[in-house]
């Protein structure tokens, strides 16, 4: 369903490009995607999700073409795409459930849809206790899963988890993968970045690995190997 | 989605991000309602120089004397004449006796004057037109007027013993040109003040925008629409405007009671507060809509910045 053709991106100031990457993505796949923190793995996420245009070659998102979305395509087609980032990046004015239902609201959806909605994803994240509480009210494991409730509400077809436990604690990092794995058992397809080697290691699932911008080992059971990352 | 519930949810946000946003809404708020103050200010300052003009340039006349000899219908028939000309504001008709009368007024402590009118016997004064025009610059026309039509005199006898314009014309010139400076002067600074103010608001609001613009990042993430992200920062601009528009109303009021009591007799008998009753749903819709606009505008210009790809 994901598809990255002799994908390359170069930035003018160097650091975090990837050249020629070949990748390809099944619907129902929970890909791993890990290296060092400058190996392109933030890189390939903006590229799927069309922030950012590849130097040169093709990313297919079903039978599309990413970089050929115009400006005003691109909201329709991120809410087939769920996103978490590290920095959580919730709206800090707005209560947990005002955070969910915000990506509702952007879809287009009634409101009826919402109070339906948004309380099912705040159970499967385990906040419904925290429905009328702000981020800032809130610890950095409660924050990424309420990220993750945002990320699914929609239910999109792909959900891009960017770095989500790199400021977690070992116990938030283990929820937080948890409900991952939750949410590919459900059907949807995940795609982890981390350089996070327990994260990896314990999910006994497909790993990509790269190094210094370009894909050097693709394995369907991976483990995190340090040497492979250091060149 | 509905137009209705897009707005109903773009109006919403507005007003909870406005609620919620406490320091940035209040620090917009103030900016705002200094802005708006100094547009009033503005609004009060031309109508005291307006009406101080207006108090000038009313003290300025044309006064046509006529001959003893001219009977009273003649002089109206004159006074009827002027009237019709689109310059004149007014023509004052001063009889022979009241023009006596007004002489002796004049000179009760001049002993030596009125003896010698005492001793002539008969009333000397001719009847007289005080002609006062609608704007000091069409004094020099009408003049002409006078001293042209044949229809303002009667037939081929003159009537018009003199028109006093050619000994005032240095004077009404000179204030007629500092008059027009002065407005000129006045709409000078009133827009530099204005372009100040607007700048200064449109920079907070800027300001304001630019602290969420990891918010705005988010949203964009999510998949929320341009208009969806815009909206609600329109709607906050918008309050902004209202309840500043609000503020400066009626910060006015106590100002101008206490302005008046220390400058009426300053701006010639111009009551500021009164002025202010007068004409308040005039600076209600000024101050609302100039506050609605610039929120708006400067919210539109200062969130285009962070929506473009």
């Known amino acids: 369903m994901i598809r990255f053709e002799h994908v390359t991106k170069h930035y003018t100031d ?23 923190s400058g190996a392109g793995k933030t890189t390939l996420i903006r590229l799927l999700l069309g922030e950012i245009k590849p130097t040169a070659g093709n990313i297919w998102f079903d039978d599309f073409d990413v970089d050929a979305l115009k400006r005003s395509q691109l909201p329709m087609y991120r809410r087939r795409i769920g996103v978490v980032f590290q920095d959580f990046r919730l709206l800090n004015n707005r209560t947990a459930f005002e955070n969910v239902a915000f990506a509702m609201e952007a879809a287009g959806r009634s409101d009826d849809e919402i109070v339906a909605d948004v309380p099912h994803a705040l159970e499967l994240v385990g906040l419904t206790h925290k429905a009328r509480s702000f981020p800032q009210e809130m610890s950095g494991g409660e ?31 283990r929820e937080v993968i948890e409900i991952l794995k939750k ?28 190094s210094k911008g370009r894909l050097v080992k693709d394995a369907a059971v991976g483990r995190y190997h340090h040497h492979e990352t250091e060149e | 989605m509905s137009i209705q519930t897009d707005s109903k949810r773009i109006l919403r946000w507005g007003l909870i991000n406005f ?18 103050t100094v547009i009033g200010i503005v609004i009060f300052l031309n109508a005291v120089l307006g009406f101080s003009l207006a108090q000038i340039g009313s003290k300025v006349d044309v006064n046509v004397y006529f001959y003893p000899s001219v009977s009273e219908a003649q002089v109206l028939q004159v006074q009827q004449n002027l009237q019709q000309l689109p310059e004149v504001a007014s023509v004052e008709y001063i009889s022979e006796d009241q023009a006596l009368s007004d002489f ?18 008969a009333n000397p004064l001719g009847a007289t037109l005080n002609i006062r025009a609608k704007e000091s ?26 028109v006093n314009y050619a000994q005032n014309k240095a004077i009404i010139e000179r204030l007629t040109s500092i008059m027009r400076s002065v407005q000129t002067l006045g709409l000078a600074i009133t827009a530099f003040f204005i372009v100040i103010s607007i ?10 925008i630019y602290m969420s613009r990891e918010e705005i990042a ?34 006015f009021v106590p100002i101008t009671y206490w302005l008046t009591g220390h400058t009426q007799a300053f701006f010639g008998g111009l009551s500021l507060f009164r002025y202010y009753g007068d004409n308040f749903f005039q600076f209600l819709a000024i101050l609302l809509v100039a506050g609605i606009l610039l929120g708006m505008i400067s919210a539109w210009f200062a969130i285009r910045k962070y929506l473009r790809k």
């Open chain 2, 199 to 208: 700048l200064i608001t449109f920079n907070t609001i800027r300001l304001a």
């Open chain 2, 218 to 251: 988010t949203m964009r993430m999510v998949g929320a629409e341009n208009k969806y992200i815009q909206g609600p920062f329109m709607t906050e601009g918008i309050v902004y405007g209202i309840v500043s528009a609000i503020l400066t109303l009626v910060l």
């Open chain 1, 143 to 173: 924050r990424q899963r309420l990220a993750i409730a945002r990320a699914i509400i929609n239910q999109p077809e792909v959900i891009l988890a960017d770095e989500p436990t790199g400021n977690l604690d070992p116990d938030s990092t």
């Open chain 2, 137 to 162: 610059g069409q004094y020099e026309s009408i003049a002409n007027t006078l001293d042209q039509n044949t229809s303002l005199s009667n037939g081929s006898t003159p009537i018009i013993e003199k």
């Open chain 1, 14 to 36: 160097d650091d975090r490009s990837v050249e020629d990457i070949n990748l390809s993505v099944h619907a129902g796949e929970f890909v791993s995607i890990v290296g060092h």
């Open chain 2, 104 to 121: 002796r007024t004049r000179h009760a402590s001049d002993y030596l004057t009125l003896q010698a009118l005492d001793e002539l016997g």
């Open chain 1, 183 to 210: 949410i590919n058992d459900l059907g949807t397809t995940v795609i982890l970045t981390t350089h996070n080697k327990s994260v990896v290691d314990g999910l006994g699932k497909r790993v990509v690995t790269l």
């Open chain 2, 19 to 36: 609620y919620r946003n406490t320091v940035v809404s209040i620090a917009s708020v103030l900016m705002m309602t200094v802005t708006l």
